[in-house]
C-alpha cells in the first residue's frame, strides 16, 4: 500500500470507506516499521466522518487502543516522534469540520499518551490548558459517538487505573 490508499477518498466525504482505508493503511505502515505515519494514519481515521451505526464500527472500532497499543509497542530504534507533542498540537489547532468532535478526540489521544509513555514532555512553548480527564470524557459525551465516552475510559483504565481515576495527569 502506499498514500494513494487515501488519496482515492480526497474527494469524498471521509466515510466508512476512507475509515477502513485508514486503518488499513495504518496497519500496512505498521508492518513495514513506520511507526509515526501509522498512527498519523489512526489519527485520520478517528477524524473520518462517522455517526457511529456503521458496520466497520462494530468490527473495528475507533482506534484508541489501536493507538495506545503501537505507542506502548514501537521498538526504541523505530522513530515514533513525541505523540505527546503531537495530539497536543493537534487538540489545540483543530479546525472544521466537526472541529469539537475531532479536537475532543485529540485531546482524549493526549491523555492516553501521558498515561502509557508518562516520560515524554509535552511542548514547553506552546501554552495550552491541558483539559482534565473528566473534561475531556464530558466533551466525547457531547461530541462523540453513543458509547465513545465508555470505550475511552476502558482503554484508559486498562493502561493505568490511577490515571483513570484522575491520579497522576500532567
Not at 476512507?18 to 489519527?43: K, Q, T, V
Not at 473528566?134 to 486498562?158: D, M, S, T, Y
Amino acid at each position: 500500500m502506499d498514500w494513494r490508499a487515501l488519496h482515492i477518498h480526497r474527494g469524498d466525504v471521509r466515510s466508512a470507506e476512507f475509515y477502513s482505508s485508514c486503518l488499513e493503511y495504518g496497519h500496512d505502515l505498521w508492518l513495514r516499521g513506520l511507526a509515526a505515519r501509522a498512527i498519523l494514519c489512526l489519527d485520520r481515521a478517528l477524524f473520518a466522518d462517522l455517526r457511529g451505526d456503521e458496520a466497520v464500527l462494530a468490527a473495528w472500532p475507533l482506534p484508541y487502543a489501536a493507538i495506545v497499543w503501537m505507542l506502548q509497542n514501537t521498538p526504541s530504534e523505530v522513530f515514533m516522534g513525541n505523540p505527546r507533542v503531537h495530539f497536543q498540537h493537534l487538540a489545540d489547532r483543530m479546525n472544521e469540520p466537526r472541529r469539537e468532535q475531532r479536537r475532543w478526540r485529540a485531546w482524549a489521544c493526549w491523555a492516553l499518551t501521558c498515561a502509557a509513555l508518562p516520560q515524554l514532555a509535552g511542548d514547553p512553548l506552546h501554552v495550552v490548558d491541558e483539559p482534565s480527564l473528566a473534561l475531556i470524557e464530558e466533551k466525547l459525551r457531547i461530541n462523540g459517538h453513543p458509547g465513545e465516552p465508555a470505550q475511552w475510559r476502558a482503554v484508559l483504565r486498562a493502561i493505568s487505573p490511577q490515571t483513570a481515576a484522575g491520579e497522576g495527569m500532567p
